[in-house]
């Protein structure tokens, strides 16, 4: 794992100090891991000018060079798997099979774009005159520039980078800096595999506001793409129109998951665990929301606790830990919130609800007697807690669902072939999970609608926001 250890930002393809260090913590133990240099806004710039002057000579390959580099990228992050897992629990605190998990998954990427890449396919419209010929090019959009968060800190940066480069794009990103040594190691696999420099640029600060205003500003940036939180990406989005930047967003969630009367009850439990728990229920598209017909809710209750209580909550590292730290401190203190003021509204604690004393770990918590006014009904959790509510009437339930200001990923669970129909065309989330939570792969679109973003990433549809079309006209064709 040392070997893949980089304390300096990628850029142009060097390893760049510069004279101030941060720390990156291991969440489990708030123990230092390593230091790394902050490259300021002024290594942006320079990251930014790195992609502008690699972008023609790697735009001009063919889909197939790209293709073939993309390949020895995606062989040698498969060959350090084990090695990339165990640097990303380290600073992001997941178990070690999840990670390994999402090592695999964010390599997917480069294996399937490397290939859709060859797909990039233009248009020949019949044409108006006998004079002209009208034809349809897709092109690299450009520079690409990303800013990705800290709890998938190796696949949300594969997710873009795989799309951008596959479409002759150049790439920078911006990591976490709480989670910054995936994305170094990646560079590090990057630079191995042949990737030409200033193609894949890594740069790691902590100074945000700095660094997002070159990155979303710069006059040599065309597209920039983000993932966090709703309320970060307007700024950033607001940041992009002062030069017409292209721009794709995914941003936050408050899933709802659904189980109606006739649904396979251990089905939709162990859906329902595996969505909420997952990343200690730090990601986006967890279920957030856990609506129950009245018929069944008891019945659901009793199984889907006794699960939790079976979860086991320790350092990633260890040998069969199922759910790890939250990543902060502060993050622990808003689950307390969270709970607090839950019960205060007159939800019941029924499994967890506590911290260990002076650590980042979290108890598997479930509420029931949650009503949708509650703030761990309203607000986006992002932490293991499961608010239990109850439905009568599947109108209502939708209508619940779809009472907030976000989109990204809903899920429900039912036997019946109508009510699945009718429930997916309603809901209004840009993914939805039917009978299965495990949704999210390479080959579909990922991303949502309303406030959390547009854009797609992933399938043949994650291309699109790194492409341009151009439009030829051929004229004085005829005799």
Not at 18 to 26: A, G, H, M
Not at 29 to 51: L, S
Not at 149 to 170: E, H
Not at 292 to 321: C, M, P, S
Request: with cysteine; glycine share 8%.
């Amino acid at each position: 794992m040392d070997n893949l250890i980089r304390q300096c930002s990628f850029i142009a393809g060097q390893w760049l100090p510069s004279e101030q260090l941060f720390p990156v913590t291991n969440p489990a133990n708030n123990q230092t891991v390593v230091e790394v240099y902050d490259a300021g806004a002024a290594g942006a710039v320079t990251a930014v000018e790195a992609a502008y002057s690699a972008m023609p000579s790697w735009s001009k390959k063919t889909a197939q060079q790209r293709a073939d580099l993309m390949l020895s990228w995606f062989a040698l992050i498969m060959e350090h798997q084990y090695e990339l897992a165990r640097l990303l629990t380290l600073e992001q605190g997941k178990p070690l099979t999840e990670a390994k998990g999402e090592v695999s998954y964010g390599a997917s990427f480069l294996q399937w774009f490397a290939e859709e890449g060859k797909r990039v396919y233009g248009d020949i419209i019949p044409q108006t005159n006998d004079s002209q010929r009208l034809l349809v090019l897709k092109q690299p959009v450009g520079v690409v520039t990303a800013i990705t968060p800290w709890n998938f800190p190796n696949a949300m940066i594969m997710r873009k980078a795989a799309a951008a480069l596959a479409a002759g794009c150049s790439f920078v990103v911006r990591p976490d800096p709480q989670t910054p040594l995936s994305a170094l190691a990646l560079a590090a696999l990057a630079e191995q595999a042949g990737i030409p420099a200033g193609v894949f640029n890594v740069i790691v600060s902590e100074q945000a506001q700095a660094v997002g205003e070159v990155l979303t500003t710069h006059p040599k940036v065309a597209k920039f793409t983000f993932t966090g939180s709703t309320q970060v990406g307007k700024l950033l989005m607001s940041q992009c129109s002062q030069g017409i930047k292209k721009v794709s967003m995914e941003l936050g969630g408050n899933a709802p998951l659904i189980v109606f009367d006739d649904a396979d009850l251990e089905l939709a439990v162990q859906g329902a665990i595996q969505s909420k728990y997952r990343n200690a229920g730090q990601t986006c598209i967890c279920t957030n929301r856990i609506y129950v017909h009245n018929r069944i809710r008891e019945q659901f209750t009793e199984r889907y606790v006794a699960a939790v209580k079976q979860l086991k909550l320790g350092d990633g590292l260890r040998e069969g830990i199922d759910v790890g730290p939250l990543i902060s401190g502060k993050a622990v203190e808003r689950m307390q919130s969270l709970i607090d003021d839950s019960l205060a509204m007159g939800a019941t604690l029924v499994a967890g609800g506590r911290c260990a004393s002076k650590s980042n770990f979290f108890e598997p918590t479930v509420l029931t007697n949650v009503t949708d006014e509650m703030p761990v009904a309203g607000e986006e959790i992002f932490g293991p807690i499961s608010p239990i509510i109850g439905f009568d009437d599947e109108v209502e339930v939708i209508s619940s669902a779809n009472a907030v200001e976000v989109g990204l990923a809903a899920y429900f669970y039912s036997e019946n072939i109508r009510r699945i129909w009718r429930v997916a065309e309603q809901l209004a989330f840009g993914m939805v999970g039917i009978n299965d939570t495990a949704i999210s792969n390479a080959v579909a679109p990922f991303g949502g609608i309303k406030q959390s973003g547009f854009g797609r990433e992933g399938s043949k549809y994650g291309l699109d926001d790194y492409l341009v079309t151009k439009y030829l006209c051929l004229g004085s064709l005829s005799d």
